[in-house]
Protein backbone atom coordinates (compact mmCIF):
# COMPACT_ATOMS: atom_id res chain seq x y z
CA UNK A 1 0.00 0.00 0.00
CA UNK A 2 3.09 2.52 1.21
CA UNK A 3 4.12 1.90 -2.95
CA UNK A 4 0.91 2.31 -3.93
CA UNK A 5 0.47 5.54 -2.44
CA UNK A 6 3.61 6.92 -3.57
CA UNK A 7 3.74 5.76 -7.34
CA UNK A 8 0.00 7.29 -7.47
CA UNK A 9 1.27 10.79 -5.59
CA UNK A 10 -1.16 10.72 -3.30
CA UNK A 11 -3.31 8.77 -0.52
CA UNK A 12 -7.33 7.98 -1.02
CA UNK A 13 -9.63 9.69 1.29
CA UNK A 14 -11.51 6.06 2.21
CA UNK A 15 -10.04 2.59 1.46
CA UNK A 16 -12.34 0.04 2.29
CA UNK A 17 -10.70 -3.57 3.57
CA UNK A 18 -11.27 -7.09 3.52
CA UNK A 19 -10.28 -8.52 6.81
CA UNK A 20 -6.96 -9.15 6.07
CA UNK A 21 -4.21 -10.45 8.89
CA UNK A 22 -1.95 -7.78 9.13
CA UNK A 23 -4.79 -5.03 9.38
CA UNK A 24 -7.69 -6.99 11.79
CA UNK A 25 -6.56 -8.89 15.13
CA UNK A 26 -10.25 -10.21 15.82
CA UNK A 27 -13.59 -9.18 14.46
CA UNK A 28 -15.98 -7.89 17.00
CA UNK A 29 -19.69 -8.06 16.93
CA UNK A 30 -21.65 -5.04 15.70
CA UNK A 31 -18.98 -4.59 12.82
CA UNK A 32 -16.61 -3.68 15.25
CA UNK A 33 -12.33 -4.66 14.53
CA UNK A 34 -9.24 -5.13 16.62
CA UNK A 35 -6.83 -3.56 14.63
CA UNK A 36 -3.24 -4.30 14.53
CA UNK A 37 -0.49 -1.71 16.41
CA UNK A 38 1.55 -1.48 12.69
CA UNK A 39 -1.96 -1.06 10.92
CA UNK A 40 -3.11 1.35 13.65
CA UNK A 41 -0.04 3.18 12.59
CA UNK A 42 0.16 3.10 9.17
CA UNK A 43 -3.74 4.88 8.96
CA UNK A 44 -2.45 7.39 11.38
CA UNK A 45 1.07 8.34 9.14
CA UNK A 46 -1.42 8.56 5.68
CA UNK A 47 -4.39 9.97 7.10
CA UNK A 48 -6.84 8.22 5.25
CA UNK A 49 -10.27 6.52 6.81
CA UNK A 50 -10.77 2.86 6.45
CA UNK A 51 -13.86 0.29 6.46
CA UNK A 52 -13.89 -3.07 6.59
CA UNK A 53 -16.07 -5.65 4.61
CA UNK A 54 -18.62 -7.89 6.24
CA UNK A 55 -17.12 -11.75 6.70
CA UNK A 56 -17.81 -14.18 4.21
CA UNK A 57 -19.67 -11.49 1.76
CA UNK A 58 -18.15 -11.68 -1.55
CA UNK A 59 -21.22 -10.06 -2.99
CA UNK A 60 -19.96 -6.35 -1.38
CA UNK A 61 -16.87 -6.15 -3.77
CA UNK A 62 -17.96 -8.07 -6.68
CA UNK A 63 -16.34 -5.72 -8.62
CA UNK A 64 -13.04 -5.67 -7.10
CA UNK A 65 -13.38 -9.69 -7.22
CA UNK A 66 -13.73 -9.22 -11.06
CA UNK A 67 -10.80 -6.80 -11.83
CA UNK A 68 -8.47 -9.29 -9.79
CA UNK A 69 -9.49 -11.97 -11.93
CA UNK A 70 -8.47 -9.26 -15.07
CA UNK A 71 -5.22 -8.77 -13.54
CA UNK A 72 -4.57 -12.36 -13.34
CA UNK A 73 -5.34 -13.22 -16.96
CA UNK A 74 -3.88 -10.10 -18.33
CA UNK A 75 -0.91 -9.71 -16.37
CA UNK A 76 -0.13 -13.27 -15.00
CA UNK A 77 -0.75 -15.39 -17.92
CA UNK A 78 0.79 -17.13 -19.04
CA UNK A 79 2.72 -17.75 -16.00
CA UNK A 80 5.50 -15.86 -15.29
CA UNK A 81 8.66 -16.10 -13.27
CA UNK A 82 9.61 -13.63 -10.43
CA UNK A 83 13.40 -13.67 -10.15
CA UNK A 84 13.65 -9.80 -8.48
CA UNK A 85 10.39 -9.12 -6.82
CA UNK A 86 11.34 -5.00 -7.08
CA UNK A 87 12.75 -5.01 -10.41
CA UNK A 88 9.26 -7.16 -11.56
CA UNK A 89 7.16 -4.58 -9.49
CA UNK A 90 8.79 -1.56 -11.36
CA UNK A 91 7.57 -3.55 -14.99
CA UNK A 92 4.29 -4.20 -13.76
CA UNK A 93 3.79 -0.51 -12.86
CA UNK A 94 4.81 0.09 -16.30
CA UNK A 95 2.13 -2.57 -18.05
CA UNK A 96 -0.65 -1.71 -15.89
CA UNK A 97 -0.08 2.04 -16.79
CA UNK A 98 -0.29 1.29 -20.26
CA UNK A 99 -3.62 -0.70 -19.54
CA UNK A 100 -5.25 3.05 -18.46
CA UNK A 101 -5.87 3.69 -22.10
CA UNK A 102 -9.14 1.94 -22.81
CA UNK A 103 -12.74 2.59 -21.89
CA UNK A 104 -14.58 1.91 -18.31
CA UNK A 105 -16.55 -0.74 -18.77
CA UNK A 106 -19.62 1.37 -17.22
CA UNK A 107 -18.53 5.43 -17.99
CA UNK A 108 -17.55 4.45 -21.63
CA UNK A 109 -14.58 7.33 -20.82
CA UNK A 110 -10.38 6.23 -20.85
CA UNK A 111 -9.51 5.16 -17.67
CA UNK A 112 -6.64 7.31 -17.83
CA UNK A 113 -8.98 10.74 -17.91
CA UNK A 114 -11.17 9.43 -15.47
CA UNK A 115 -7.65 8.45 -12.81
CA UNK A 116 -6.82 12.40 -13.83
CA UNK A 117 -10.15 13.47 -12.24
CA UNK A 118 -9.82 10.77 -8.92
CA UNK A 119 -6.23 12.94 -8.07
CA UNK A 120 -7.59 16.20 -7.35
CA UNK A 121 -9.44 13.82 -3.85
CA UNK A 122 -6.15 12.40 -3.46
CA UNK A 123 -4.80 13.72 0.47
CA UNK A 124 -1.56 14.98 -0.20
CA UNK A 125 1.54 12.61 0.96
CA UNK A 126 3.54 13.29 4.10
CA UNK A 127 6.67 14.44 4.00
CA UNK A 128 8.31 11.57 5.10
CA UNK A 129 7.54 7.60 4.12
CA UNK A 130 6.26 5.41 6.48
CA UNK A 131 8.92 2.54 7.51
CA UNK A 132 6.75 -0.48 7.27
CA UNK A 133 9.25 -2.56 10.10
CA UNK A 134 8.39 -4.54 12.86
CA UNK A 135 10.59 -4.91 15.56
CA UNK A 136 10.88 -7.80 18.15
CA UNK A 137 12.88 -8.65 20.59
CA UNK A 138 13.99 -12.16 20.42
CA UNK A 139 16.63 -14.54 22.54
CA UNK A 140 18.48 -16.36 20.69
CA UNK A 141 19.75 -19.61 21.14
CA UNK A 142 22.61 -21.81 22.31
CA UNK A 143 23.85 -21.82 18.46
CA UNK A 144 23.11 -18.13 17.92
CA UNK A 145 20.25 -18.25 15.88
CA UNK A 146 16.69 -16.92 16.55
CA UNK A 147 13.14 -17.89 15.23
CA UNK A 148 10.93 -15.31 13.05
CA UNK A 149 7.96 -16.71 11.88
CA UNK A 150 9.05 -20.51 12.31
CA UNK A 151 11.84 -19.74 10.31
CA UNK A 152 15.47 -19.54 12.12
CA UNK A 153 18.41 -16.47 11.21
CA UNK A 154 22.11 -16.96 12.36
CA UNK A 155 23.34 -13.86 14.47
CA UNK A 156 26.65 -14.22 15.59
CA UNK A 157 28.30 -16.42 18.26
CA UNK A 158 28.54 -13.54 20.93
CA UNK A 159 25.08 -13.30 20.97
CA UNK A 160 24.53 -16.91 21.66
CA UNK A 161 21.39 -17.19 24.38
CA UNK A 162 21.57 -13.41 24.86
CA UNK A 163 18.73 -11.13 23.34
CA UNK A 164 18.69 -9.54 20.14
CA UNK A 165 16.42 -6.66 18.14
CA UNK A 166 15.30 -8.10 15.35
CA UNK A 167 13.81 -5.99 12.32
CA UNK A 168 11.48 -7.93 10.03
CA UNK A 169 10.55 -6.10 6.88
CA UNK A 170 8.44 -8.25 4.23
CA UNK A 171 11.71 -8.63 2.52
CA UNK A 172 14.45 -8.64 4.90
CA UNK A 173 15.04 -9.63 8.78
CA UNK A 174 17.84 -7.66 10.36
CA UNK A 175 19.27 -8.44 13.24
CA UNK A 176 20.55 -5.71 15.51
CA UNK A 177 22.51 -4.64 18.85
CA UNK A 178 21.85 -3.18 21.54
CA UNK A 179 23.04 0.40 20.35
CA UNK A 180 20.62 -0.08 17.37
CA UNK A 181 23.90 -1.50 15.16
CA UNK A 182 23.61 -4.45 12.16
CA UNK A 183 24.97 -7.34 13.19
CA UNK A 184 23.71 -8.97 10.14
CA UNK A 185 20.95 -9.05 7.60
CA UNK A 186 19.49 -11.88 6.04
CA UNK A 187 16.75 -12.34 2.74
CA UNK A 188 13.65 -13.24 4.57
CA UNK A 189 12.95 -17.18 3.96
CA UNK A 190 9.66 -17.72 2.01
CA UNK A 191 8.57 -21.64 1.31
CA UNK A 192 10.59 -24.59 2.36
CA UNK A 193 13.58 -23.33 3.61
CA UNK A 194 14.10 -23.35 7.15
CA UNK A 195 17.12 -21.64 7.90
CA UNK A 196 19.21 -18.72 6.89
CA UNK A 197 22.43 -18.59 7.53
CA UNK A 198 25.55 -15.42 7.32
CA UNK A 199 28.96 -16.91 7.79
CA UNK A 200 30.65 -13.77 8.11
CA UNK A 201 30.32 -12.89 12.32
CA UNK A 202 31.49 -16.46 12.51
CA UNK A 203 34.74 -16.21 10.60
CA UNK A 204 36.30 -14.43 13.07
CA UNK A 205 36.34 -17.13 16.12
CA UNK A 206 37.05 -19.45 13.56
CA UNK A 207 40.23 -18.34 12.97
CA UNK A 208 40.98 -18.57 16.35
CA UNK A 209 40.70 -22.32 15.94
CA UNK A 210 41.37 -22.61 11.97
CA UNK A 211 42.48 -26.84 12.53
CA UNK A 212 38.55 -27.26 13.20
CA UNK A 213 37.75 -25.50 10.26
CA UNK A 214 37.37 -29.06 8.08
CA UNK A 215 34.78 -30.22 10.13
CA UNK A 216 32.52 -26.97 10.40
CA UNK A 217 29.33 -26.56 7.99
CA UNK A 218 30.63 -23.50 6.64
CA UNK A 219 33.93 -25.68 5.13
CA UNK A 220 31.31 -27.50 2.89
CA UNK A 221 29.71 -24.64 1.46
CA UNK A 222 32.75 -23.12 0.40
CA UNK A 223 33.88 -23.18 -3.36
CA UNK A 224 36.42 -25.68 -4.19
CA UNK A 225 38.70 -23.50 -5.07
CA UNK A 226 38.89 -21.71 -1.37
CA UNK A 227 38.85 -25.34 0.14
CA UNK A 228 41.55 -26.14 -1.95
CA UNK A 229 43.73 -23.30 -1.12
CA UNK A 230 43.09 -23.79 2.33
CA UNK A 231 44.20 -26.94 2.58
CA UNK A 232 47.56 -25.90 1.19
CA UNK A 233 47.85 -23.04 3.80
CA UNK A 234 49.90 -23.25 6.92
CA UNK A 235 47.81 -22.71 10.12
CA UNK A 236 49.09 -18.61 10.23
CA UNK A 237 47.95 -18.79 6.79
CA UNK A 238 44.54 -20.10 7.11
CA UNK A 239 44.40 -17.50 9.84
CA UNK A 240 45.09 -14.87 8.19
CA UNK A 241 42.81 -16.10 5.25
CA UNK A 242 40.03 -16.18 7.32
CA UNK A 243 40.31 -13.22 9.08
CA UNK A 244 40.49 -11.51 5.12
CA UNK A 245 37.16 -13.33 4.11
CA UNK A 246 35.27 -12.09 7.76
CA UNK A 247 36.26 -8.50 6.32
CA UNK A 248 35.61 -8.74 2.99
CA UNK A 249 32.10 -10.62 3.15
CA UNK A 250 30.78 -7.93 5.30
CA UNK A 251 29.68 -5.64 2.26
CA UNK A 252 30.74 -7.93 -0.64
CA UNK A 253 30.04 -11.34 -1.87
CA UNK A 254 32.03 -14.12 -2.28
CA UNK A 255 31.91 -14.43 -5.69
CA UNK A 256 34.07 -11.37 -5.67
CA UNK A 257 36.40 -12.80 -3.06
CA UNK A 258 36.58 -15.99 -5.35
CA UNK A 259 37.49 -14.24 -8.05
CA UNK A 260 40.26 -12.13 -6.84
CA UNK A 261 41.82 -15.46 -5.16
CA UNK A 262 41.84 -17.15 -8.66
CA UNK A 263 43.40 -14.41 -10.25
CA UNK A 264 46.21 -14.25 -7.10
CA UNK A 265 47.08 -17.68 -7.55
CA UNK A 266 47.87 -17.80 -11.24
CA UNK A 267 51.57 -17.57 -10.60
CA UNK A 268 52.15 -18.96 -7.18
CA UNK A 269 50.15 -19.63 -3.55
CA UNK A 270 49.25 -16.25 -2.95
CA UNK A 271 49.21 -14.39 0.34
CA UNK A 272 46.51 -13.42 2.27
CA UNK A 273 47.53 -9.45 1.21
CA UNK A 274 48.24 -10.10 -2.48
CA UNK A 275 44.56 -11.42 -2.40
CA UNK A 276 43.45 -8.80 -0.63
CA UNK A 277 45.53 -6.31 -3.29
CA UNK A 278 43.54 -7.82 -6.21
CA UNK A 279 40.18 -8.19 -4.44
CA UNK A 280 40.48 -3.72 -4.25
CA UNK A 281 41.71 -3.57 -7.24
CA UNK A 282 38.52 -5.64 -8.44
CA UNK A 283 35.84 -3.88 -6.51
CA UNK A 284 37.52 -0.77 -7.23
CA UNK A 285 37.03 -0.70 -11.10
CA UNK A 286 40.50 -1.02 -11.59
CA UNK A 287 40.89 -4.87 -12.88
CA UNK A 288 44.47 -6.74 -12.35
CA UNK A 289 47.11 -5.34 -13.35
CA UNK A 290 49.95 -8.05 -14.22
CA UNK A 291 53.49 -7.59 -12.91
CA UNK A 292 55.54 -5.01 -15.22
CA UNK A 293 58.53 -6.68 -17.57
CA UNK A 294 61.26 -4.74 -16.89
CA UNK A 295 63.71 -4.17 -19.66
CA UNK A 296 67.51 -4.73 -19.41
CA UNK A 297 69.47 -1.34 -18.57
CA UNK A 298 72.98 -3.20 -18.10
CA UNK A 299 75.14 -3.05 -21.03
CA UNK A 300 76.48 -6.41 -22.36
CA UNK A 301 79.75 -7.24 -20.83
CA UNK A 302 81.90 -9.86 -22.95
CA UNK A 303 82.60 -13.10 -20.52
CA UNK A 304 85.51 -13.13 -18.52
CA UNK A 305 87.55 -16.44 -19.00
CA UNK A 306 90.08 -17.24 -16.31
CA UNK A 307 93.54 -18.57 -17.04
CA UNK A 308 97.31 -17.20 -16.90
CA UNK A 309 96.69 -17.44 -20.55
CA UNK A 310 94.49 -14.49 -20.92
CA UNK A 311 97.52 -12.44 -18.49
CA UNK A 312 100.71 -13.18 -21.19
CA UNK A 313 98.26 -12.16 -24.33
CA UNK A 314 97.53 -9.39 -22.95
CA UNK A 315 100.94 -8.25 -21.79
CA UNK A 316 102.64 -9.49 -24.65
CA UNK A 317 100.08 -7.37 -27.23
CA UNK A 318 101.15 -4.05 -24.87
CA UNK A 319 104.98 -4.62 -25.26
CA UNK A 320 104.48 -4.94 -28.92
CA UNK A 321 102.73 -1.58 -29.57
CA UNK A 322 105.55 -0.05 -26.69
Given at each position: MKRFFHHL???PRRVRFDNLSPAVKKILP???????????????????????????????????????KYVRNNFFLPERRVFQLDEFNTKLWG??????HRQHYEKKEEISKLFEEDKHAFLHLPAKEYSCVRYETLKA???????????????????????????IT??????LSDRYEKIVRHNRIYGNASKSMVWQPYLSLMATRPTALKYTTFYGQLPERWRSYLNECTVEEKKEALKLLSTLLKEHSLEKATEALEIASKRSHPSSESIKQVFHQLIHGRGY????????SIPVMPVAERGIKKYDVFFSSERRQA
Open positions: GGVHGRRELTEGFERFVLHYGFEYEFCNPGSGNEKGHVEAMVEAEKDRDKYGFVQVDTKKYSTSPRYAKQKVLVAYDQVTIRDTLEMKP
